[in-house]
């Protein structure tokens, strides 16, 4: 297949786009390095010391023999992406292009404009350009469990079946949004719907949890394919930021009581997912949504692994409780689906101390590099 991976860059993009080309599928790659930019003007980074593009390709190159075509170019550019998916003629595109931080949309007036921007306009942007130049690619779009919130009822997958005075119909589930980054992803889902429905595209929404892990079977072939590791209080996971806080000695941090629970998942499942969804692609007019996760935990729970990891390997760690800077539910129901894509045949990658141990291993190396201010909150969102 000929697969366009937007956001190609990133955490996730760059993996997928390497997870594909392995398989003998001809990428190509689009990204602004909006990413990259975005952290230079926090002063904070990547963990990792990741290369440039034209580093990582040639280092692709190197391994594999397999060219990697890469647009230098901002979504919010209709010009260009269209110019792109034109010449390109993809049968799937890979949206992993937008800002993916709910502390960063909530810093202030600026950062929530700047986030549904790029976002929302990017999509929109997309969805135009397919319309026009691919109306018969498949559109695979990264979205989020976090544009449900927590209800009080279980989380179906998209929609619902709801019967009112009487009569019964199949809607979009409903939205509970935590953050103007989260609101961007629900915007999304709707204009991806809507263009589903008016002009017969054919779209995947993964709703996808909090992502762990940081090493593929591809970026695991050269020093130089390495994957970036977001560990800071804006771009890092929770996760991420428990195993550099033990590593270099300073203090889990748990913000609140600790008992809000999400949905989670190897970057490996990540690249099943997608794979998945690409190889099994949604019918003309059809919008089709997978809840992406294959674990639930809350937060002290990863907390107290991670802790119990690291006292494996002979250190201890002290666990602290902060005041909560976010606006949600601590003790809450929570209980959403994920059988669509376990039909289609994933093959999940539970979170074992195994695994955990073989993630801060890697990270090890690095630890020494970090910033401890980089992870104290401070984006509130009150």
Request: proline share 5%.
């Amino acid at each position: 297949m000929r697969i366009l991976v937007l956001g190609a860059d990133g955490y996730l993009g760059w993996p997928t786009a390497l997870h594909f080309s392995a398989r003998q599928h001809t990428v190509a790659l689009v990204d602004s390095f909006l990413r990259r930019d975005l952290h230079k003007q926090r002063g904070t980074g990547s963990l990792t010391p990741i290369a440039t593009m034209p580093e990582r390709i040639s280092a692709w190159r190197e391994v594999t023999g397999t060219e990697l075509p890469f647009y230098e170019l901002d979504i919010t550019d209709y010009a260009a992406i269209s110019a792109v998916i034109a010449e390109f003629r993809p049968d799937a595109i890979i949206d992993y292009a937008e800002i993916p931080s709910a502390p960063y949309s909530m810093i202030d007036r600026e950062h929530s404009i700047v986030t549904q921007r790029n976002n929302v306009e990017g999509t929109l942007n997309l969805l135009w350009a397919m319309r026009e130049f691919a109306p018969d690619a498949h559109l695979v779009k990264l979205g989020t469990m976090g544009e449900y919130g927590t209800p009080n009822i279980d989380i179906e997958e998209g929609w619902i079946d709801i019967t009112h005075n009487g009569r019964t119909d199949r809607m979009p589930f409903p939205k509970q949004p935590g953050s103007f980054y989260h609101l961007s992803k629900v915007h999304d889902s709707d204009n991806i719907a809507f263009t589903t429905r008016i002009w017969g595209l054919r779209a995947t929404d993964l709703n996808q949890g909090v992502v762990h892990g940081i090493e593929t079977p591809e970026t695991a072939l050269h020093d130089t394919l390495v994957n970036r590791f977001d560990y800071d209080e804006i771009f890092g996971t929770a996760l991420n930021r428990f195993c550099v806080q033990a590593l270099t000695g300073n203090r889990i941090t748990v913000y609140g009581s600790g008992n809000q629970r999400r949905g989670f998942l190897n970057i490996r499942d990540t690249l099943q997912c997608v794979e998945l969804a690409v190889t099994n692609p949604a019918a003309r007019g059809e919008f089709r949504v997978f809840n992406q996760f294959t674990e639930v935990f809350s937060i002290r729970e990863l907390a107290d692994t991670v802790a119990r990891c690291m006292r494996s390997m002979g250190r201890d760690c002290e666990i602290a409780h902060l005041d909560n800077p976010r606006v949600e539910s601590e003790d809450h129901y929570y209980n959403p689906s994920n059988k669509g894509l376990l039909d289609l045949g994933l093959k999940p990658v539970y979170l074992s101390d195994d695994l955990l141990a073989s993630a801060l291993s890697v990270v090890s190396r690095f630890a020494g590099s970090s910033d401890a201010r980089a992870m104290e909150p401070a984006t509130t969102w009150r």
